[in-house]
């Protein structure tokens, strides 16, 4: 018999409390052919036997049994107290639980073939609505996916077999022994669901053997700590007795920092010393004494141990604390001891003692030891119950500053997405375990953004017991400053919960982690922005609704145009659906305006969103409709300089709606900004098409404004076709135009430049080098040095330009510019394109070995985006170097991926990428093949009338050698490079002529 799992099912929100349990899902396998087969009377008793082991077991693990139903069992860990080894004990218990059901044997007679009694089994952690149960229902009645996705890891596990999901284990899956993690596909969710098949317990019983055995990541920092220990180490080995107290919050590091000491005294110490560990532990049910037990147990076989190392092996429980003290002072008389007692904050009274006993007694007797000891804060400790508040020195270890952390994050995701760095620093405020998990999600996850995974349950787990701890009134106003959002305004919080920041609960949180004074005055920020996300999660879905709609009233009171972005967050929250809308229009133009053009871009999809759902009556819905247009429009402005194919869907959704309304000013702008938009994302060919389609509806309408910007538009569109014959004259049109308008507003100044850096990279592309900075110096000047969006583009062009030219250090300096700028900016696009060409200088410079990496990089950072504006020129500089490295394989691939951007007009790579090809042909002796992509490498840069293309393949023709025709192309090259001021191939094809 099957517990059902339609008994937890998802239901009408109901009185309950929100909560992050873990459940254990437990089923008989073959149950049904067991009745099929067995007497009633016996199959009651096995069911009887069964339940016992059922409620026998699982509450020693600290879990309560949810429901039994016939041979089913549902046990949830978390209730009425979230653990932050929740996860571990539902896998115990399951494990305990398997086995103990393997040693059953069901009454009367069984069949030849019967293979014993087995259970299967599936753990899942997650938010639940735990409702008061009946009769029908269980003990509880949970409401939420969690416990139908545990119903459907027990139904997916075979005979024997227990099935934890990733997320509800993370860590804690290193103390099992676990099959290969997988992806189950389950049914009635979209995505896979990571998990694992738990076979066993492993030989390991502290967090940080769990860490070691999945793989530390790098020690980032603590270099004044490590200091600090090291003094007192010296101290020790002089003669001296110590205790130093190392105190942080879960994962800040104060074990690993530890542990790296531990490992430098081993190494490095001068003079021997023995070093003693022991560790407290929160699970079940910890022995008395159980550090110095532990410490006890690892000196077994000790050679010439003391006589005190019998009498404490042998001491009755009552007398051991004496025994043990004995035996550490006999030792600290022979040579320096160094005792480390990691979590103390979990440690018995009577180690509490024994410990205080120890630092007394070895202080009276002039004993050389040094004690360490790591806790985490307690809320309210007083005397021995604050553990480490007698400790000569306290270390109270803070979280990594944000160079550290980039360090921290830099190694763990070598090539990472930037824009998910960032990300993984703000929300993880420094803690090196959230910044380990961050990224481990991210690299899972791909280009993913951190934020959706945050919330692994494990995680979830810590920092809900972290708030299980505090005391009611904190613990109200981190979940109130929860809906308020991760950074919150003093007067608001005041004004919400009467509670400043000088309030004792408010510096008491500060002091446990939680919540601190943020840089600027007035504004308290959460240490952790995955301890903001948790909390708020696991608030009550009306509690929350209530408290966003007391924050926007309190907002509105207040006044001032710059909370609209607040007030369209709690408006969405508290689905006030109009006015989440007016607010997030509002906060995008504001955005806009500032050129903040990522927050504009969330603001105007906010706005979008809340549209749908306003009405969509006759009237009211061509007006929703209208506006709908009218606000993704203004994405589109926002959106050309990190476009991305969501963006594109939405705005020829617009489209869709502006043909059904026939406003021809509607569909001109809507089909204007596909064509940007599109162009952004290197749609060349169909961007043409949408900006002859505005060209038509502009002039149809009498669209003056839309009609002056067009030539521009279509002008960058062909210059990005290399359709330099017609694009010449459109954006010499088109400045001529936009100069007179430039000193208007900013938004002509931007278009004036842009036309101007267009200009000015085809001039370059001809090897009219000169005039093209020139021009870059004119587009540049209104924005040189202002981190604006547009002097990311012009300088990413200028390096473009700069390595045509061979200028290698200049456009090193351009790139680095472009990247900057274009992070600062969170233009993707800009970020990895400086990138990138930056590299490829090095590797023009120096053959820099890095720059192949990087520009795979940059390369991988812009493919989520489904951007491909330019790509062939990334594809084309790889193909280069791989070629010249002799990589074929990887160089074909990259030759072909430039090669196929030609589809969407994009030629920018071309011959560089036939290069590659004859390089290759050449180096495998196919003389003839390399002198047919030689042929195509010059038919490719005479296609955009581009001088030193021609140059360039000269050069190439002259170092391969293929006939007796290569010193006239190397003349060639040589006047070509010398006339255009190619200093960087100037040097190569001098040293062509040395013999």
């Avoid at 517990?3 to 254990?24: D, E, I, N, V, W």
């Avoid at 540049?780 to 030219?805: C, K, M, N, T, Y």
Wanted: charged residues 20%.
């Amino acid at each position: 018999m099957t517990l059902s799992p339609a008994s937890t099912a998802t239901g009408p929100q109901a009185a309950g409390q929100r909560r992050l349990l873990t459940l254990l899902f437990v089923d008989l396998s073959g149950s049904t052919a067991m009745a099929e087969w067995m007497e009633a009377e016996h199959y009651a008793t096995m069911l009887a036997a069964l339940r016992d082991l059922y409620e026998r077991i699982v509450p020693h693990h600290g879990g309560v049994i949810a429901r039994i139903q016939g041979d089913g069992m549902l046990a949830v860990f978390g209730h009425p107290e979230v653990r932050e080894d929740d996860g571990r004990r539902a896998t115990e218990a399951a494990l305990e639980l398997h086995a103990a059901v393997r040693g059953l044997r069901p009454p009367g007679p069984l069949p030849a073939d019967f293979p014993g009694l087995t259970l299967h089994s599936g753990i899942h952690a997650g938010i639940v609505l735990v409702g008061e149960g009946d009769q029908m229902r269980g003990r509880f009645e949970l409401l939420g996916n969690a416990p139908n996705i545990a119903a459907r890891l027990s139904e997916a596990a075979k005979r024997d077999e227990i099935i934890a999901s990733e997320e509800s284990l993370g860590l804690q899956a290193q103390f099992f022994e676990t099959g290969a993690r997988f992806s189950l596909q389950l049914r009635g969710r979209a995505t896979p669901l990571a998990a694992y098949r738990v076979l066993g317990r492993a030989a390991v019983s502290r967090r940080y053997e769990a860490s070691m055995r999945r793989g530390l990541a790098p020690f980032v920092g603590r270099g004044d700590e490590l200091a600090t220990l090291s003094a007192a180490m010296a101290d020790t080995l002089s003669g001296q007795t110590r205790w130093l107290g190392v105190r942080a919050g879960a994962g800040v590091g104060k074990t690993r920092l530890t542990e790296e000491f531990l490992r430098h005294v081993v190494d490095q110490a001068e003079q021997p010393c023995h070093i003693h560990r022991g560790y407290c532990e929160s699970y079940l049910s910890a022995e008395p004494l159980q550090p110095f037990l532990q410490m006890l147990r690892a000196m077994d076989g000790m050679t010439d141990a003391p006589p005190e190392l019998v009498d404490a092996q042998a001491s009755a429980a009552p007398q051991r604390a004496d025994a043990l003290l004995d035996l550490l002072l006999a030792l600290a008389r022979r040579m320096p001891q160094l005792v480390f007692v990691d979590d103390l904050q979990w440690a018995d009274d009577a180690s509490l003692r024994l410990l205080h006993r120890l630092r007394t007694t070895a202080e009276r007797q002039g004993l050389p030891l040094l004690l360490l000891t790591a806790s985490r804060p307690q809320p309210g400790g007083t005397g021995l119950g604050a553990h480490d508040d007698h400790a000569q020195l306290l270390i109270t270890l803070p979280p990594l500053t944000d160079c550290e952390s980039a360090h921290a994050v830099q190694q763990l995701l070598p090539q990472g997405d930037p824009f998910i760095a960032a990300e993984v620093r703000r929300h993880a405020g420094g803690n090196p375990l959230f910044i380990e998990e961050l990224c481990h999600a991210a690299a899972d996850a791909g280009a993913s953004l951190v934020a959706g995974q945050s919330s692994a349950a494990w995680l979830a787990a810590l920092v809900e017991s972290r708030m299980g701890r505090l005391p009611p009134e904190q613990a109200r106003l981190v979940r109130l400053a929860a809906v308020i959002g991760t950074v919150i305004p003093v007067w608001l919080l005041e004004a919400l919960s009467g509670c400043g920041e000088q309030h004792p609960d408010v510096r008491a949180l500060a002091g446990q982690d939680f919540i601190f004074p943020d840089q600027s005055p007035g504004l308290l920020r959460f240490k952790h922005g995955i301890t903001r996300d948790v909390v708020y999660e696991a608030t009550g879905l009306h509690e929350r609704q209530a408290l966003h709609r007391r924050i926007s009233t309190e907002l509105r009171a207040r006044g001032g145009a710059e909370l609209h972005e607040q007030l369209a967050y709690h408006a969405a929250a508290a689905n006030d659906w109009p006015a989440a809308g007016l607010h997030a229009e509002a906060a995008g133009d504001q955005a806009l305006a500032a050129s903040a053009l990522d927050r504009a871009k969330k603001q105007f999809r906010a706005a979008l969103a809340a549209l749908e759902f306003l009405p969509d009556g006759d009237d009211a819905g061509r007006g929703r409709r209208r506006r709908w247009i009218s606000v993704a429009q203004r994405l589109g402005m926002a959106c050309v300089f990190d476009a991305s194919q969501d963006d594109l869907r939405v705005l020829r959704h617009a489209a869709q709606l502006a043909q059904a309304d026939g406003d021809a000013g509607l569909i001109a702008r809507t089909e204007y900004w596909l064509a940007y938009v599109g162009y952004a994302l290197g749609e060349t060919r169909d961007s043409l098409r949408h900006a002859r389609a505005a060209v038509e509806q502009a002039q149809q309408c009498g669209d003056h404004a839309l009609l002056a910007q067009l030539p521009g538009t279509v002008g960058q569109l062909q210059a990005a076709a290399a359709d330099y014959a017609q694009a010449i004259p459109m954006l010499d049109l088109a400045i001529q135009r936009q100069r007179p308008r430039a000193s208007k507003n900013a938004v002509n100044r931007i278009g004036l430049s842009f036309s101007l850096c267009c200009r000015a990279y085809v001039l370059g592309d001809q090897g009219r080098f000169s005039d093209a900075h020139e021009v870059f110096a004119e587009a540049l000047e209104p924005f040189d040095g202002s981190g604006h969006a547009v002097e990311a583009s012009i300088q990413g062009w200028r390096a473009a330009v700069l390595l045509w030219q061979g200028r290698w250090a200049d456009a090193r300096q351009a790139a680095a510019v472009a990247h900057r700028v274009g992070a600062q900016v969170r233009s993707m696009f800009t970020c990895a394109m400086g990138h990138a060409a930056g590299a490829y200088g090095a590797w023009m410079a120096a053959a820099d070995p890095l720059a192949r990496q990087h520009i795979l990089d940059a390369t991988a950072w812009l493919a989520p985006r489904g951007g491909g504006l330019y790509s062939s020129f990334q594809h084309g500089w790889l193909a280069d170097i791989l070629s010249t490295q002799a990589d074929n394989a990887a160089a074909r691939h990259h030759i072909a991926r430039a090669l196929k951007r030609g589809r969407q007009h994009d030629w920018i790579g071309g011959a560089m990428a036939y290069r590659a090809a004859a390089r290759l042909a050449a180096q495998a002796g196919d003389t003839v093949q390399a002198r047919r992509y030689l042929s195509l490498a010059r038919g490719a840069g005479e296609q955009r009338n581009s001088d030193h293309e021609t140059a360039v393949t000269a050069l190439l023709e002259a170092e391969l050698q293929l006939d007796s025709a290569w010193p006239a192309a190397l003349a060639l090259a040589l006047a070509e490079f010398e006339r255009m001021g190619m200093t960087g191939f100037l040097q190569r094809a001098h040293r062509l002529q040395q013999p």
